[in-house]
């Protein structure tokens, strides 16, 4: 096939340079937001003392991402790349200045925050698909692992140093003008991105030809791309899997601290998991996951799951500390390795469409099993902890006996089911080989002018 100059390409100095330029506004803004989650959550929880309102939250959440990221996808291939990004941020600004509006005139209600994280989520499904394929257009190949490691660093530091703040903000200036300063960290990155970041169109290909159409087509041609491919949809499929198991733990992290110790140890121990993600992201970047990333990512949800269900085993404050942040450290690893992995396989000006419908698939589970949480939790696994109840004799001499203790059977089990999962996923030949059988796209599957 005729090469192609469809594109100019991006010198790997200049496209780095670029690349930086919008993950150091994606890292402030991304602070913010930690901000504003950590007070908001413990804002419902403080008013409601429920988990089936942290959970219907939490759903609100991953909601658009499941309903809406075809369509963001499509809307991210037809426009420029920084576009998107722009107009997601200004969403996401505007919900978050309608937070500090509410609280500070004393108009906020709890039920508020799952109509305000439909609306953030709605924009952040723009979000991801235009960013992750711009790190295509801006690096070389060999660097996908490496780079896609230093964006989960961009969630590591927030992560860090956000709980932490967010803790003693909380308390000091409360929820309305801890979310102000969510706005203004939004408004540095528009500014960021209209002055000083270009992003280049990507080259043609022929997938992108054949995807052109009505945006119905467009939406559908995501979809087509990944089973067409079956390797991608085994991988696809674990994710699934795992985001499931997911789903079921985040709910029962809140209630497990909050009902032991105050808010504080709860930003403490978010502060030090962001420490064990921190040093992930770190190992990432400068490793790159190896040659077969698929290894290292199936690996790390293996060793991951271990952590997770440690976790459960006793309510003691070291035991938690240790291995939320082996289970953070294990993160990064997965979504870099994966991410690269679909980088590399996928055509740039396609990438918007597939990688949108990829995490609808993917995030679909978490519309679900956030809302599983609170009936097992409640219903089964606290009454059967209990003094007498079913499962006290059997497992009470591992994980001591009372209604608080069900929680951390539970999250023993998602942790052992996590690692069941990973491992199991290894013996499965497409997911295994996804990187052998799979050609990756080449300059060469450009379309001409």
């Known amino acids: 096939m005729e090469q192609a100059n469809s594109a100019p390409a991006v010198q790997p100095a200049h ?11 994606q890292l402030v803004s991304l602070l913010g937001s930690q901000l504003t989650g950590f007070a908001l959550g413990v804002w419902v929880y403080a008013e409601t003392s429920s988990v089936m309102m942290l959970a219907l939250t939490q759903v609100a959440q991953q909601i658009p991402y499941v309903l809406l990221s075809p369509l963001a996808g ?41 109509p305000i994280n439909l609306w953030m989520a709605a924009f952040n499904t723009l979000m991801w698909p235009a960013l992750t394929a711009t790190v295509t257009l801006l690096v070389p190949k060999e660097q996908f692992g490496r780079v896609n490691g230093i964006m989960q660093l961009g969630e590591a530091i927030p992560q860090i140093a956000g709980p932490a703040l967010a803790g003693m ?12 300063i969510d706005f203004a960290t939004y408004t540095f990155s528009v500014l960021l991105l209209l002055f000083f970041v270009r992003i280049p169109a990507p080259p043609r290909s022929l997938d992108g030809q054949k995807a052109k159409g009505s945006v119905w087509k467009e939406m559908r041609f995501g979809l087509d791309y990944i089973f067409e491919r079956k390797g991608l949809l085994a991988l696809l499929t674990f994710f699934l899997l795992t985001n499931f198991l997911s789903g079921i733990m985040s709910p029962l992290i809140v209630p497990l601290i909050l009902d032991n110790w105050d808010a504080a140890t709860l930003g403490f121990l978010s502060t030090l998991m962001g420490v064990g993600m921190l040093v992930g992201t770190l190992v990432m970047s400068a490793w790159g996951g190896g040659k077969r990333k ?18 459960g085993l006793r309510v003691s404050l070291p035991l938690i500390a240790v291995c939320g942040v082996g289970l953070m450290f294990m993160g990064p690893f997965m979504n870099a390795c994966s991410q690269a992995i679909w980088q590399a396989k996928v055509a740039p000006d396609v990438q918007g469409r597939v990688f949108a419908v990829r995490r609808t698939i993917a995030w679909s589970a978490m519309m679900v099993a956030p809302l599983l949480a609170a009936p097992l939790a409640d219903k089964v696994f606290k009454p059967a902890m209990t003094e007498g109840g079913a499962l ?34 290894f013996f499965v030949p497409r997911i295994r080989n996804v990187e052998i059988d799979l050609p990756d796209f080449k300059p060469e599957d450009e379309l001409a002018k």
């Open 169 to 180: 903000l909380y308390v000091a200036i409360k929820m309305g003008n801890m979310a102000l």
């Open 74 to 114: 499509v809307l991210s291939d037809r426009w420029n790349r920084r576009t998107a990004i722009i107009v997601s941020d200004l969403g996401c600004g505007a919900a978050v200045l309608g937070i500090a509006i509410l609280f500070l005139t004393g108009n906020l209600r709890a039920w508020m925050a799952i």
């Open 294 to 311: 698929v290894y290292t990512l199936l690996g790390a949800g293996a060793i991951g799951g271990l952590f997770l269900a440690a976790l």
């Open 392 to 425: 006290a004799a059997l497992l009470g001499p591992i994980f001591g006996v009372g209604a608080g203790r069900g929680v951390g059977v539970l999250i023993t089990l998602v942790g052992l089911l996590t690692v069941l999962v990973s491992v199991g996923a």
């Open 15 to 25: 496209g780095m340079r670029t690349f930086f330029t919008i993950w150091s506004g």
